[in-house]
């Protein structure tokens, strides 16, 4: 709520509307629990000018790392090793890579 009304007077930057959708997701739980689904993860790559034609859901994913200057980990082996908790992926891709195991 502050958040909202400091930007309301300009005293705090816009945020991506990318971002924003990102953020009302509940980090700990999985992209289904959050009612995330392909269509949605789409739009919100084009949202940050993410080409997403022919991409599956980890490239897609990846894409979104890559734009936010993260680590293109989804779905990989680093999650053995892991400790970003706060990652908006980590419990799909925990599921994920547990289940190509």
Not at 32 to 61: D, Q, S, W
Not at 68 to 74: R, S, V
Request: aromatic letters at 4%.
């Amino acid at each position: 709520m502050v958040h909202e009304m400091l930007k309301n007077v300009g005293m705090l930057p816009a945020i991506n509307p990318a971002v924003e959708e990102a953020n009302k997701f509940n980090k700990n739980s999985t992209l289904e629990e959050n009612n995330v689904n392909f269509n949605e993860i789409r739009k919100m790559a084009k949202g940050m000018k993410i080409n997403t034609n022919r991409l599956k859901l980890p490239e897609l994913i990846h894409s979104i790392q890559r734009a936010e200057n993260n680590i293109q980990c989804y779905g990989t082996p680093r999650v053995d090793v892991c400790n970003e908790e706060q990652c908006l992926w980590r419990s799909n891709c925990v599921v994920t890579q547990t289940s190509t195991i």
